[in-house]
């Protein structure tokens, strides 16, 4: 069981707005920087959202990310065929270890 | 372009050590902190350590502590994940990402994975 909360599933209708939540706490979320990956089966994990809110080059803005006290969201807009995949949020803690979410499964329905 | 490429494949008997390498290229490899992440099959991502190229500080996630130990070679640009003792829940595809996930830097790059296989 993580200790990052993610619901472990999903969906959408193409063109739609989806969020995914990740749930923490104080010594993760609460006080460090989220995460947020998207994975294809049998690729890397590919990242989407650093320091909460940025997008690195080559994300579209139909991706982002958002924050608030243990809590963090990925929202994905204008949803497409492409974007169905597993999506992790991921956050260090101050134990001095990082930690990601359990994953979610989006379906473009 | 900044790349992370992994060995290859590997199917270990319980018990004994698998050693991961993870080569950069690209950029300055003592810039950036290396992060190994595993992912046993249809299961999610697990954080396993971190190590600091220029100094060799390393991190360990508790459930792995005596068990990994994350070292490196400056001088070829290489990273190193060891994992001893080897059980069957350690099959998985092991993964170096660059950056530091504590300093909320990108950990955008990473390696193409290494598919570690416990059996006996």
């Known amino acids: 069981q993580s200790v990052l909360t993610q619901p472990p599933s999903a969906s959408g209708t193409p063109g739609q707005r989806v969020t995914i939540s990740c749930s923490g706490s104080s010594s993760n979320i609460g006080s460090n920087y989220v995460y947020w990956y998207q994975q294809l089966p049998g690729t890397a994990p590919k990242l989407l959202i650093y320091?909460?809110?940025q997008r690195p080059s080559g994300v579209p803005d139909r991706f982002s990310g958002s924050k608030s006290v243990t809590s963090a969201s990925l929202a994905i807009s204008g949803l497409r065929s492409e974007d169905e995949a597993d999506y992790y949020c991921?956050?260090?803690?101050?134990?001095?270890?990082?930690?990601f979410g359990g994953g979610t499964k989006l379906t473009v329905l | 372009q900044v790349q992370l490429v992994q060995s290859g494949a590997e199917v270990k008997k319980p018990g004994a050590s698998v050693k991961v390498s993870c080569k950069a290229s690209g950029y300055t490899f003592t810039s950036y902190d290396i992060n190994w992440v595993r992912q046993a099959t249809g299961q999610g991502l697990e954080w396993m350590g971190w190590?600091?190229?220029?100094?060799?500080?390393?991190g360990y996630a508790q459930k792995f502590q005596g068990r990994v130990t994350m070292t490196r070679n400056t001088s070829i640009s290489t990273a190193y994940m060891e994992l001893s003792s080897l059980r069957s829940e350690d099959t998985a595809v092991y993964y170096c990402?660059?950056?530091?996930?504590?300093?909320?830097?990108?950990?955008?790059?990473w390696g193409q994975g290494t598919l570690v296989t416990v059996s006996s």
């Open positions: 320091r909460n809110n």
């Open positions: 991921a956050a260090w803690d101050d134990s001095l270890s990082g930690l």
């Open positions: 190590m600091n190229p220029n100094s060799g500080n390393t």
């Open positions: 990402a660059r950056g530091g996930l504590h300093l909320g830097e990108s950990v955008g790059y």
